[in-house]
């Protein structure tokens, strides 16, 4: 079975930073990308960034700038700096990962239970 466990939300001031971690682990042959969403209340979940195996990155125009994906191969890790946070960027943050739990089984997705991060004015 592959586990997706995030870690390091919490409540911010505005303006302040905040670190997402999030584990993959269990029976893994290879990661493909990996990336962060977030879902708001009322809202629909949306991508935050994304990185692949070879370190390409992609983020949502809404926080180019302020968030920094990074992943650690090692360690089936992959971390979220988040600094000039901003209310808007109240959220849920889930983990996602793309990746092969085997060579016999195709890549699917797999999904963290999600952080809450909470930021105020």
């Known amino acids: 079975q592959v586990q997706l466990v995030e870690s390091g939300g919490g409540l911010v001031q505005s303006g302040g930073s905040l670190r997402l971690s999030c584990a993959a682990s269990?029976?893994?042959?290879?990661?493909?990308?990996m990336g962060w969403y977030r879902q708001a209340p009322g809202k629909q979940r949306e991508l935050v960034a994304t990185?692949?195996?070879?370190?390409?990155?992609n983020y949502a125009d809404s926080v180019k700038d302020r968030f920094t994906i990074s992943r650690d191969n090692a360690k089936n890790t992959v971390y979220l700096q988040m600094n000039s946070l901003k209310p808007e960027d109240t959220a849920v943050y889930y983990c996602?990962?793309?990746?092969?739990?085997?060579?016999?089984?195709?890549?699917?997705?797999?999904w963290g239970q999600g952080t809450q991060v909470t930021v105020s004015s």
């Open positions: 996602s990962s793309s990746l092969q739990p085997s060579p016999r089984m195709g890549t699917r997705i797999y």
């Open positions: 269990g029976t893994i042959f290879s990661i493909n990308s």
């Open positions: 990185i692949t195996s070879g370190t390409s990155t």
